[in-house]
T-cell receptor, first 114, second 114 residues
Framework: LAKTTQPISMDSYEGQEVNITCSHN???????ITWYQQFPSQGPRFIIQ???TKVTNEVASLFIPADRKSSTLSLPRVSLSDTAVYYC???????????????FGKGTKLSVIP | KAGVTQTPRYLIKTRGQQVTLSCSPI?????VSWYQQTPGQGLQFLFE???????NKGNFPGRFSGRQFSNSRSEMNVSTLELGDSALYLC?????????????FGSGTQLSVL
């Protein structure tokens, strides 16, 4: 089963770019990498998803190297409202029992400082 | 378009009891997945239903079960509650075309087992 590893916490000042890296050494060949943001007392919210190279949307960029064993979420010019927990999600492929596993990382708690 | 709705929002039970949680997905979504979130273990995948069939399953004991109705609404049941079952239970819906596609989460049900 794939395991994901992320830094437990990060601090950043407002206006800076933040990069959060997730390691996923055993990602399935055909699986996507997805990042979510979670505020207290709320469910996670989709940020971005990618398979390889680079993906960019209106809120973030996702960098995935050729070996796909890691990915980096980049948040440009963070603000106080970006203070949240960020999770990366990958699939583990099919287990022996035929079930497809989904593994969330432990999450990275980002604190944005004024 | 209404989001994912989970009821109840809060629940208090005692050990040995059973509990049923409900999830109404976004209209048109056929996949509903369930997750357990605790401070120690983070977000863990329970199971996923698609068109009334359990399609994927995580590593939880048989006390945790679920079902999905023809209108895609889903229920999760936990029998013989243990103190360690205290957690935030989240459900997410998606179109269900691929397993790891964009998930839309509800706000969760906070279960406390006394």
């Amino acid at each position: 089963l794939a395991k994901t590893t992320q830094p437990i916490s990060m601090d950043s000042y407002e206006g800076q770019e933040v990069n959060i890296t997730c390691s996923h050494n055993n990602i399935a060949t055909n699986d996507y990498i997805t990042w979510y943001q979670q505020f207290p007392s709320q469910g996670p919210r989709f940020i971005i998803q990618g398979y390889k190279t680079k993906v960019t949307n209106e809120v973030a960029s996702l960098f995935i190297p050729a070996d796909r064993k890691s990915s980096t979420l980049s948040l440009p010019r963070v603000s106080l409202s970006d203070t949240a927990v960020y999770y990366c999600l990958v699939g583990d492929g099919y287990s022996g029992a035929g079930s497809y596993q989904l593994t969330f990382g432990k999450g990275t708690k980002l604190s944005v400082i004024p | 378009k209404a989001g994912v709705t989970q009821t109840p929002r809060y629940l208090i039970k005692t050990r040995g009891q059973q509990v049923t949680l409900s999830c109404s997905p976004i209209s048109g979504h056929r996949s509903v997945s369930w997750y357990q979130q605790t401070p120690g273990q983070g977000l863990q995948f329970l199971f996923e239903y698609f068109s009334e069939t359990q399609r994927n399953k995580g590593n939880f004991p048989g006390r945790f079960s679920g079902r999905q109705f023809s209108n895609s609404r889903s229920e999760m049941n936990v029998s013989t509650l243990e103190l360690g079952d205290s957690a935030l239970y989240l459900c997410a819906s998606s179109a269900g075309v691929i397993v790891n596609e964009k998930l839309f989460f509800g706000s969760g049900t906070q279960l406390s087992v006394l």
